[in-house]
């Protein structure tokens, strides 16, 4: 199985911030990596697709980047409700593993 | 409007059998691969395997392969995942996702809103 390691595993931030997500790959996984994010009881949501694309209706502020094995989540201007947590996720081949996630905390 | 209702909660003892299902509306439920991805309490997320219900073509994770059975009914346009002798360590939330392909990346776009499975002697 592909192995997906975020960093860091939780971040203390604050309303405006820019931030940051790294996730690496244990192979080359070209730009077959997704991002979603997840908010307490509620199921995970598709936030970036291929890598850089933005999944429709996800706010511009949301960006990826990154291919191989080394991908970064970006989010500029941080708004309340984007504390949540976020999941990297590689679809190059099955088991479409996720990487251990990444909680924004309220600084 | 792209939809996937999962059955309710469950609470099991140990060693019972479970089933549970996600139901698919709005789009061509034959035609999409459906996921199913666990989350244990307080932890992340874990795929368990796919399933394409049009033909049942299934792919399991190897972490999963042999403790649980996905299956799909596309008259019913749903599908399942069971259990035939539930271990407390299966406890946890259980979500269905549809998967697409954009810009050639599968991807989980639509997700169901859960289903919570204890395990309690």
């Known amino acids: 199985d592909i192995q997906m390691t975020q960093s860091p595993s939780s971040l203390s931030v604050s309303v405006r911030d820019r931030v940051s997500i790294t996730c690496r790959a244990s192979?080359?996984?070209?730009?077959?990596l997704n991002w979603y994010q997840q908010k307490p009881g509620k199921a995970p949501k598709l936030l970036i697709y291929a890598a850089s694309s933005l999944q429709s209706g996800v706010p511009s502020r949301f960006s990826g980047s990154g291919s191989g094995t080394d991908f970064t989540l970006t989010i500029n201007s941080l708004q309340p409700e984007d504390f949540a947590t976020y999941y990297c996720q590689q679809s190059s081949s099955a088991p479409y593993t996720f990487g251990q996630g990444t909680k924004l905390e309220i600084k | 409007e792209v939809q996937l209702v999962q059955s309710g909660a469950e609470v099991k003892k140990p060693g019972e059998s479970l089933k549970i299902s996600c139901q698919g509306s709005?789009?061509?439920?034959?035609?999409?691969?459906i996921a199913w991805v666990r989350q244990m309490p307080g932890k992340g997320l874990e795929w368990m395997g796919i399933i394409f219900p049009r033909d049942s073509d299934t792919r399991n994770s190897p972490s999963f392969q042999g403790q649980v059975t996905i299956s799909a009914d596309k008259s019913i346009s749903t599908a399942y995942v069971q259990w035939s002798s539930l271990k407390a360590s299966d406890s946890g939330m259980y979500y269905c996702a549809r998967m697409t392909v954009s810009r050639g990346c599968n991807n989980f776009d639509y997700w169901g809103q859960g289903t919570l499975v204890t395990v309690s002697s």
């Open positions: 709005g789009y061509n439920f034959n035609n999409y691969w």
């Open positions: 192979q080359t996984i070209d730009n077959y």
